[in-house]
């Protein structure tokens, strides 16, 4: 009896060191976490400032960019695909990101010719019910 006494104390004692280490990587863990969502807040406002300053813009042939008082003036901000680019390169899947990107201004390109292609058919019969000869 006198050594199953002993051997449940020694068995307390385990669990209490068990304990102790668990709570120990526990707080580690938490830490650990704490700090890197602190790095990546940092990070994030510091991202966020860096863009403020940086604007983006097409520039023409001539050099001037687009938006300009001469053009259209709309304005055509490229700040998410410069961070979306940046977040893929950043993964390191950057290849991925550029054939996708690409292949969908194909497929924009292709429908937006499609349906100028269909405009000028629908301009054609505009004409004739007109009573024009049919040639834009």
Same mark, same amino acid.
């Given at each position: 009896?006198?050594?199953? %006494?002993?051997?449940?104390? #020694?068995?307390?004692? &385990?669990?209490? %060191?068990?304990?102790?280490?668990? @709570?120990?990587?526990?707080? !580690?863990?938490?830490?650990?976490? +704490?700090?890197?969502? @602190? =790095?990546?807040?940092?990070?994030? #406002?510091? !991202?966020?400032?860096? /863009?403020?300053?940086?604007?983006?813009? /097409?520039?023409?042939?001539?050099?001037?960019? &687009?938006?300009?008082?001469?053009?259209?003036? +709309?304005? &055509?901000?490229?700040?998410?695909?410069? =961070?979306?680019?940046? @977040?893929?390169?950043? /993964?390191?899947? #950057?290849?991925?990101?550029?054939?996708?990107?690409? #292949?969908?201004?194909?497929?924009?390109?292709?429908?937006?010719?499609?349906? !100028?292609?269909?405009? !000028?058919? &629908? %301009?054609? @019969?505009?004409?004739?019910?007109?009573?024009?000869?049919?040639?834009?």
């Amino acid at each position: 009896m006198k050594d199953f %006494n002993y051997w449940l104390v #020694e068995i307390r004692v &385990v669990c209490r %060191n068990l304990g102790q280490l668990a @709570i120990g990587q526990a707080l !580690s863990a938490r830490q650990k976490e +704490e700090d890197l969502r @602190i =790095k990546q807040r940092q990070a994030e #406002e510091q !991202s966020k400032l860096s /863009l403020r300053d940086c604007v983006y813009a /097409l520039e023409e042939e001539d050099g001037d960019p &687009v938006g300009d008082d001469s053009s259209n003036g +709309e304005d &055509v901000d490229l700040t998410p695909l410069y =961070k979306a680019y940046h @977040i893929h390169q950043t /993964l390191g899947v #950057e290849d991925r990101f550029k054939q996708y990107y690409f #292949e969908n201004c194909k497929l924009q390109l292709t429908s937006d010719f499609q349906v !100028s292609s269909s405009l !000028s058919d &629908v %301009n054609v @019969i505009f004409f004739v019910i007109g009573g024009e000869d049919g040639d834009p």
